[in-house]
């Protein structure tokens, strides 16, 4: 008797995939392409996948597969261009990007893609048309509106960014990514205690996601001004070599550890009464 169909499989893979079970999609990708090795869709998700992973070579050389069967692929061409992205290979993943959007200009993602490689190498002007050609091609897109949002965070047009942060929850009011850019907008607005419900929100989600502590942290570090130095001092280390250089001639150099060490103590106690879940990860 004969085992399930590649593309069976991939549609059970999907299914995981969604619920953010990775692996287990992997594993049911991995065995479509053991049973057609040449099997298009298979290696595009597989590709995918690892992207969502962070596995960037292992992307790459999926979707290579892909590149070769579909030279004409937006989709194929895209993915590339994402996993050129992670690589930090700039030149080549615009490259990847353009020809997505050249074989099919009204593709949203393609341009929100275009957008953040843009944005990358600095060329702002370019990126942002790129990113609002994007939510006009596609107004309900979350993946195009969250990233036009911290794309206008970034270049401090708060305001704008809560219009798009707005719009996204709308348009995707439970997903992760909006949920966190919310937040971001909410606690640039100088409205703490609303970021912080969004933080949690996506802690329960997510928990232990980095984003999402990211954004709990920053939020304590906005009520607190000596938790709030704590944090710059911990996200900054060329701020903390200068205040150590700067202390040694007074013989109080090691109070900045002390200060770093105890900061994150504090943090870690106040994340577990928000949400006992929470851990900090080593390096965080």
Do not use: C
């Amino acid at each position: 008797m004969s085992g399930p169909s590649p593309d069976a499989l991939i549609r059970q893979a999907l299914i995981f995939r969604g619920a953010g079970e990775a692996a287990k999609a992997i594993d049911l990708l991995k065995e479509a392409l053991a049973a057609d090795p040449t099997h298009l869709n298979a290696q595009i998700q597989l590709g995918a996948t690892y992207i969502d992973q962070g596995k960037t070579k292992l992307a790459l050389d999926t979707l290579a597969g892909a590149a070769r069967q579909a030279p004409n692929s937006p989709i194929v061409r895209r993915l590339v261009a994402l996993g050129q992205l992670q690589r930090g290979a700039l030149p080549e993943a615009r490259k990847e990007a353009e020809e997505a959007i050249r074989l099919f200009a009204a593709d949203s993602i393609s341009h929100t893609i275009l957008g953040r490689i843009l944005a990358r190498q600095q060329h702002w002007r370019e990126a942002e048309a790129e990113l609002r050609r994007a939510v006009e091609l596609q107004p309900d897109s979350d993946y195009a509106l969250t990233h036009l949002g911290y794309f206008l965070l970034g270049r401090r047009k708060v305001a704008e960014a809560a219009e798009v942060a707005d719009a996204a929850g709308r348009a995707a009011p439970d997903d992760f990514g909006v949920i966190l850019l919310r937040g971001d907008v909410a606690l640039r607005l100088g409205k703490a205690q609303e970021a912080r419900d969004f933080a949690l929100w996506a802690l329960s989600l997510k928990a232990n996601h980095r984003e999402a502590i990211r954004l709990l942290v920053s939020v304590k570090a906005h009520q607190s001004w000596w938790l709030g130095l704590w944090w710059r001092l911990n996200s900054n280390i060329w701020l903390r070599l200068l205040i150590v250089f700067a202390s040694f001639p007074l013989g109080i150099w090691f109070i900045t550890p002390i200060y770093l060490i105890a900061g994150r103590l504090i943090f870690e106690h106040m994340l577990a009464r928000e949400l006992k879940t929470v851990k900090l990860k080593r390096g965080f």
